[in-house]
């Protein structure tokens, strides 16, 4: 992961490895993630340019599963 972190980030670089699984795997991104060259470790470029607009759509809301927010609002 990224050394630097921002507000949004913090909870996921601070997560482990099980607890960002299981948010992918609720998140339904855990099996694309998977076929990457790297799975998890894959580097996805600036942005996420090399994923598709629904694929980063599913590691955002993976990121809100880990904050645990009491309330979460997806449009």
Same mark, same amino acid.
């Given at each position: 992961m990224s050394q630097? $972190? *921002?507000?949004? *980030?913090?909870?996921?670089q &601070?997560?482990? =490895?099980?607890?960002?699984?299981q948010a992918c795997h609720r998140a339904d991104c855990?099996?694309?993630i998977m076929k990457l060259e790297h799975g998890?470790? *894959?580097?996805v470029g600036e942005g996420g340019s *090399?994923? $598709?607009g629904g694929e980063k759509q599913r590691i =955002?809301?993976?990121g809100t599963f880990l904050? &645990? =927010? $009491? #309330? #979460?609002?997806?449009?």
């Open positions: 630097n $972190s *921002t507000p949004h *980030t913090r909870h996921v &601070n997560a482990a =490895s099980e607890e960002v699984e855990h099996d694309f998890y470790d *894959t580097i *090399t994923l $598709s =955002s809301h993976a904050k &645990n =927010s $009491s #309330i #979460i609002i997806l449009d």
